[in-house]
């Protein structure tokens, strides 16, 4: 018996079976990390056409509501957005929108799951004089 576990054949099989399981391991991983790529460049897309929306019609309220019910539904995702102002605003005066969304990143299920806070700040100035 002490001769067959000193002996070094068969050693390739086990090498072999240990790289696949590491490699499934490291797919997995990325399956359930990617998205999270995706959903934040989608984050910082809606900040971006939310601040532009403001300073095409150079106030924040009906119009970028619907501007973000419309990206809401074109996304699919439904995040906190926040503005530095409401209301009408000045020519060349600045408006900022933070937008945040929760989402969770994990292996397996509830295994290793944590929830991450992704965050897109954009922002611009007004192009409306108002009188």
């Known amino acids: 018996m002490l001769k067959i576990l000193k002996s070094k054949q068969g050693e390739g099989y086990i090498d072999v079976a240990i790289l696949v399981l590491f490699a499934m391991l490291v ?60 209301g009408r605003i000045q020519l060349n005066e600045e408006i900022s929108v933070t937008v945040t969304f929760k989402t969770n990143i994990g292996l397996f299920g509830g295994f290793g799951s944590f929830p991450v806070t992704l965050r897109a700040d954009a922002a611009g100035k007004s192009e409306v004089y108002w009188k």
């Open 27 to 86: 797919i997995a991983l990325a399956v359930r990390v990617f998205p999270a790529y995706i959903i934040k460049q989608q984050v910082d897309t809606f900040a971006t056409e939310l601040v532009r929306e403001a300073e095409i019609v150079g106030s924040v309220g009906s119009e970028t509501t619907n501007r973000e019910l419309l990206l809401r539904e074109k996304t699919g995702i439904t995040p906190e957005v926040k503005w530095s102002k409401t």
